[in-house]
C-alpha cells in the first residue's frame, strides 16, 4: 500500500514515541550532513520535554509509524520557536511537514504568541518554500559555524486562521496554475470527531474519495517545466470541505449530500449530521480562506502575466461509486473537464495532442464535467481559461511518469 493510500493521524507526542520521533530527527540530520554528522550533539532529539520546557511536539503517523515531527517552543516576550522539524524520507512530497507545521501554527495562536520564528539552513530549498507558503518571512541570515541559516518570522495576532492550502511559486512570467483539490487524506482532529465514522470505515471511505498521488504528479510536472508553473494544493481531504463545490443551492451534489459539506458516503449512508452552526464554522474556517486565496492567486498571476489557464488535476476509480450522478457514461482513461465559457476549442486540441502520447481513450465531461474557475471570474472573464484533467486511476498508478511528461508538453504549450 502506498504511503499516501493509509490514514495519517497527527497528535502530541506520547511518552512511548520518544525513540523513535528522536530516531527520525536523527536519521534526518545525518541524512542532509553525511558521514560528518556526530549525533551525540544532537541528544535532545530524545529528550525534547525536558530540552524545551513548557514545548508542544507534534507527531505525525502514517499507519502507526512516525513518519514526521515538529516542536514549539517557548521563548520570551509571547514568542514561540519551531524547532526539530523532520519527515522520514519515503513520506515525503505528500504534505506531512505541511500539516504538522500548520498544528504548530495554530497551537502559537492558541497561545497567544505574538510572533512565531524558524531557522532553516539557507540550502534547504524545500523547507524554506514550505515556510513561505504559510506567510513566513525571512529576515536575515545567521553563521552557524560552517553553514548559513536563514531566519523567518510570522506574526500571528490578528493574522486569521491557519490555511489548509499550499501554494508552490512558478516561474513570474507563468501563465498556468495547476489545482490540485482532492489528494490529502488528511482530517483535523476537531473535524474527525464530528465524523460518524469507525476508523476502519473513514479509511475505506477515504480510499474511494481520495485522489491519490495527483499532488505527487502535479509537482513532478512543474519540475519539469521549462517555465515552471504555479501548483495550489489542498492539504486537507475533501471530508473536511470540498472546495470545487458551488456553496448555493446551484450545486448539483446537494442532491447526495455531497455539497461544500460532505453528509453522505460515496456508498450514500451517513458520514456526519452538522448543526447549522457547525456547517457555517467549517464553511469559514475552511472552505471560504481557500477560495479566497486561490481568487486572489488568479488575480495577481492576471497581473503579471495577463492570462491564466487552470488545469485541475484528479482521478477517479474505473468503477462508478453510488455517489456519482453521471456514472453510466464512458469512464476513459482520461476525462477532460469543460466549461463552454473558460474552455476554448484549442486547449482542447493541445490537451489531446499532448496525451496523445500516453493514451488515445480520451472523452470529454464523462464521467465527470466542468472545471474550476474562482467564482469572481466566472463566466466574467474570457482571460481565465481552464480545463479539468479526469485521470482514471488505473492509469495513474500504472504510467505516472508518462502522464507527468504528457501534461508537462501540454503546460508549455500554454
Given at each position: 500500500?502506498?504511503?499516501?493510500?493509509?490514514?495519517?493521524?497527527?497528535?502530541?507526542?506520547?511518552?512511548?514515541e520518544r525513540?523513535?520521533v528522536?530516531d527520525?530527527?536523527?536519521?534526518?540530520?545525518?541524512?542532509h550532513?553525511g558521514?560528518?554528522?556526530?549525533?551525540?550533539?544532537?541528544?535532545d532529539a530524545?529528550d525534547?520535554?525536558e530540552?524545551?520546557p513548557?514545548s508542544?511536539t507534534?507527531?505525525?503517523?502514517?499507519?502507526g509509524e512516525?513518519?514526521?515531527?515538529?516542536?514549539?517552543?517557548?521563548?520570551?516576550?509571547?514568542?514561540?520557536?519551531?524547532?526539530r522539524m523532520s519527515t522520514?524520507?519515503?513520506?515525503?512530497r505528500?504534505?506531512?511537514?505541511?500539516?504538522?507545521?500548520?498544528?504548530l501554527?495554530?497551537e502559537?495562536?492558541?497561545?497567544?504568541?505574538r510572533?512565531?520564528?524558524?531557522?532553516?539552513?539557507?540550502?534547504?530549498?524545500?523547507?524554506?518554500?514550505l515556510?513561505?507558503?504559510r506567510?513566513?518571512?525571512?529576515?536575515?541570515?545567521?553563521?552557524?559555524?560552517?553553514e548559513?541559516?536563514?531566519?523567518?518570522?510570522?506574526?500571528?495576532?490578528?493574522?486569521?486562521?491557519?490555511?489548509s492550502?499550499?501554494?508552490?511559486?512558478?516561474a513570474?512570467?507563468?501563465?498556468v496554475?495547476l489545482?490540485?483539490?482532492h489528494a490529502s487524506?488528511?482530517?483535523p482532529?476537531?473535524?474527525?470527531?464530528?465524523i460518524?465514522?469507525?476508523?476502519?470505515?473513514?479509511?475505506?471511505?477515504?480510499?474511494a474519495?481520495?485522489?491519490?498521488?495527483?499532488?505527487v504528479?502535479?509537482?513532478r510536472?512543474a519540475?519539469?517545466?521549462?517555465?515552471?508553473?504555479?501548483v495550489?494544493v489542498n492539504r486537507l481531504?475533501?471530508l473536511?470541505?470540498?472546495?470545487?463545490?458551488f456553496?448555493?443551492e446551484?450545486?448539483?451534489?446537494?442532491?447526495?449530500?455531497?455539497?461544500?459539506?460532505y453528509?453522505?458516503t460515496?456508498?450514500?449512508?451517513v458520514?456526519?449530521?452538522?448543526?447549522?452552526?457547525e456547517r457555517?464554522?467549517?464553511v469559514?474556517?475552511?472552505?471560504?480562506?481557500?477560495?479566497?486565496a486561490?481568487?486572489?492567486?488568479?488575480t495577481e498571476?492576471?497581473a503579471?502575466?495577463?492570462?491564466?489557464t487552470?488545469?485541475d488535476?484528479?482521478s477517479?476509480?474505473a468503477?462508478?461509486?453510488?455517489?456519482?450522478l453521471h456514472?453510466n457514461?464512458p469512464?476513459?482513461?482520461?476525462?477532460?473537464?469543460?466549461?463552454?465559457?473558460?474552455?476554448?476549442?484549442?486547449l482542447?486540441?493541445?490537451?489531446?495532442?499532448?496525451?496523445?502520447?500516453?493514451t488515445?481513450?480520451v472523452?470529454l465531461?464523462?464521467?465527470f464535467?466542468?472545471?474550476?474557475v474562482?467564482?469572481?471570474?466566472?463566466r466574467?472573464?474570457s482571460?481565465?481559461?481552464?480545463?479539468?484533467?479526469?485521470?482514471?486511476?488505473?492509469?495513474?498508478a500504472?504510467r505516472?511518469?508518462?502522464?507527468?511528461r504528457?501534461i508537462?508538453r501540454?503546460?508549455?504549450?500554454?
Open positions: 500500500m502506498a504511503a499516501s493510500d493509509r490514514q495519517i493521524s497527527l497528535g502530541v507526542l506520547r511518552d512511548g525513540r523513535d528522536g527520525l530527527i536523527i536519521d534526518g540530520l545525518r541524512e550532513y558521514v560528518a554528522f556526530d549525533a551525540t550533539l544532537n541528544q530524545y525534547l520535554p530540552s524545551y513548557g508542544l507534534v507527531v505525525a503517523r502514517l499507519g512516525v513518519v514526521a515531527t515538529g516542536t514549539l517552543a517557548a521563548r520570551p516576550g509571547g514568542v514561540g520557536e519551531i524547532v522520514a524520507a519515503h513520506t515525503r505528500i504534505g506531512l511537514a505541511g500539516q504538522v507545521l500548520d498544528h501554527i495554530d502559537a495562536r492558541k497561545r497567544d504568541c510572533e512565531l520564528r524558524v531557522s532553516t539552513p539557507s540550502t534547504w530549498t524545500s523547507a524554506r518554500a515556510y513561505a507558503s506567510g513566513f518571512e525571512e529576515i536575515g541570515l545567521v553563521q552557524d559555524t560552517d548559513t541559516d536563514v531566519r523567518c518570522v510570522l506574526p500571528l495576532r490578528g493574522s486569521g486562521p491557519v490555511r492550502f499550499e501554494i508552490i511559486p512558478g513570474p512570467g507563468s501563465t496554475l489545482h490540485v483539490p487524506r488528511v482530517i482532529a476537531d473535524v474527525r470527531s464530528g460518524g465514522l469507525s476508523d476502519a470505515d473513514l479509511d475505506r471511505e477515504l480510499t474519495i481520495t485522489d491519490a498521488d495527483t499532488d504528479l502535479a509537482e510536472v519540475d519539469l517545466c521549462g517555465v515552471r508553473p504555479w495550489f481531504s475533501r473536511v470541505v470540498d472546495p470545487e463545490r456553496p448555493d446551484t450545486e448539483e451534489m446537494n442532491a447526495v449530500g455531497m455539497g461544500v459539506v453528509e453522505a460515496t456508498q450514500r449512508g458520514l456526519r449530521q452538522p448543526s447549522p452552526a457555517r464554522n467549517l469559514q474556517t475552511y472552505f471560504e480562506p481557500y477560495a479566497a486561490l481568487a486572489e492567486l488568479v498571476r492576471l503579471s502575466a495577463g492570462r491564466v487552470v488545469v488535476v484528479h477517479y476509480p468503477s462508478a461509486l453510488p455517489y456519482e456514472g457514461g469512464r476513459p482513461e482520461v476525462c477532460l473537464g469543460t466549461d463552454d465559457f473558460h474552455t476554448p476549442e484549442l482542447l486540441d493541445r490537451a489531446r495532442s499532448a496525451l496523445a502520447a500516453v488515445g481513450d472523452t465531461d464523462s464521467p464535467s466542468g472545471c474550476y474562482p467564482l469572481d471570474r466566472y466574467r472573464d482571460a481565465v481559461e481552464a480545463i479539468m484533467l479526469e485521470i482514471r486511476r488505473d492509469l495513474l500504472s505516472p511518469d508518462d502522464l507527468a504528457a508537462a501540454l503546460v508549455e504549450t500554454l
